[in-house]
């Protein structure tokens, strides 16, 4: 009886409601351009990740700190300081939302948290990592004042602002002591090495090596190398290359 | 052939073509079992009538987003189980449902559920008519989903859109408790 009357209760109610035309079914449109706003989202998220991770890649490279931690705790230490934490921040957030988009499909939400968010971690780093050399083109840009817009975010985030034990540069000559090596800001360092130096890619520097040295530097400009190495395939990009020498631009 | 032969997805495929008749049919079919999840979910509240018919107009208007090449059941419990959730989180104090769970993070084994279990299934049922309300919202939906809905893992999954895996940690948390709560003593 209570069934009966649930039945007609609901049933009719509905029915009656929609015969009104007091509901209406939304056309197939709207779920349509939903759906392609959700993708629309989805992509441009992890174009914008991709594009903060790479820069993220990129400042830390060019700024050389990127290649320190081989020189075991003291070279973690610095490389652990020299994290972009607000830029880091920016992406773990970014990260969350892009986390929360993806869950709204089956293939994410019927698996762990964990691998969802490992597998959206992984792609961004590993396109942020394929992305990181597009910044050098920009950064030139910027400091030639050609990217109008974006130019600032270069100049303030930009590598390198302030030298400190990470110093990047190229072989320019050897001497008995070690080497000598012109810096991304068109300075020349003498590279002092001693028996204790850490030269985990051994000490086959030649002209023309792109190297990164880790150590303090003195105000002669000598600096006291804790470690070195080669990052040959990492181009300076604080200057510019012309018929193979190097034009600095920061002064 | 009749509308009554016809399968869930192929009635909701001539509701979608314009046959607002063949909705009243959906509705014959669900409101008892949605009765019975609204009752046993938010615990035999007086609304369940009004909820339930919120829950079909909510579908009517959404029906253009159902899929007919998938099954329309999973659907409108997802639909109810949005419905019903609306309703616990506008009762706060009463209830609280969290949004985010850890059972969802790492991967459990899926515990299936035993021949044994399987076989105690009435007795569950008896447990979850005593006990029922004694449970937090996220064990006692799935039980309800599982024993009363008779829906499978990954339907229940699909529903509450959460990793079948956690479906299985829920389900046999929410048993433990059930019985724990029937028989203290063990």
Redo the contacts between chains.
């Keep these: 009886m209570n ?1 009966e009357q ?2 007609k ?3 009719g ?3 009656e ?3 009104r035309g007091k ?6 449109w ?2 349509v351009l939903r759906a392609v706003l959700l993708i629309t989202g989805i992509a441009l998220m992890f174009l914008f990740l991709f594009y903060l991770i790479s820069f993220i890649f990129f400042t830390m490279q060019q700024a050389g700190n990127w290649f320190v931690p081989v020189f075991g705790p003291r070279g973690w230490l610095v490389f652990l300081r020299s994290l972009p934490l607000l830029l880091i921040c920016l992406s773990g957030i970014f990260i969350v939302v892009l986390e929360v988009l993806v ?1 709204k499909y ?1 293939f994410a ?7 969802s968010a490992s597998a959206v971690l992984l792609l961004v780093l590993l396109g942020g990592a394929f992305m990181a050399p597009m910044h050098r083109g920009f950064f030139r840009s910027a400091q030639e004042n050609k990217l109008p817009m974006m130019g600032l975010f270069y100049k303030n985030f930009g590598p390198p602002q302030r030298p400190g034990e990470v110093h990047r540069g190229e072989v320019i000559g050897r001497n008995s002591d070690g080497l000598q090596m012109q810096d991304v800001f068109g300075g020349t360092s003498t590279v002092v090495i001693y028996p204790e130096t850490r030269l985990p890619y051994g000490a086959d520097f030649e002209t023309g090596d792109t190297i990164v040295v880790f150590g303090q530097k003195d105000e002669s400009g000598t600096i006291r190398a804790f470690g070195i190495r080669e990052i040959g395939d990492f181009d300076l990009d604080s200057g510019f290359r012309r018929s193979g020498k190097m034009f600095p631009v920061m002064k | 052939m009749s509308l009554a032969d016809r399968t869930d997805e192929e009635v909701v495929a001539m509701v ?1 073509g314009g046959d ?2 063949a ?2 049919v959906v ?2 079919r669900y ?2 079992k949605l ?1 019975r999840y609204a009752r046993k979910f938010l615990f035999g509240q007086d609304d369940a ?1 009004d909820l ?2 919120d829950v ?2 909510r579908a ?6 159902f899929d007919a090449k998938r099954r329309f059941s999973p659907w409108l419990y997802r639909v109810a189980h949005n419905e019903f959730l609306n309703v616990i989180k506008s009762k706060k104090g009463k209830e609280t449902f969290s949004l985010f769970d850890i059972d ?5 084994p899926i515990a299936r559920e035993t021949a044994d279990e399987r076989a105690n299934s009435r007795e569950i049922k008896d447990w979850m008519e005593k006990s029922l309300n004694s449970l937090d919202a996220k064990y006692r939906e799935p039980l309800v989903l599982y024993y009363f809905e008779e829906m499978n893992y ?1 339907e229940i ?2 529903i509450l ?6 479906v299985g940690v829920r389900l046999g948390r929410g048993r433990a408790l059930l019985k724990k709560n029937i028989r203290p003593d063990k």
């Design positions: 069934e649930d039945r209760n609901i049933g109610g509905v029915l409601a929609i015969k509901i209406r079914m939304r056309p197939r709207h779920f869950k089956s939400y019927r698996k762990p948290l964990l691998y | 979608q607002v008749d909705f009243g509705v014959e409101e008892q009765l009538k339930v018919q079909f107009i009517y208007s959404n029906l253009q987003s969802v993070l790492f991967p459990h990954q999954a699909d859109q959460i990793p079948v895996s956690t």
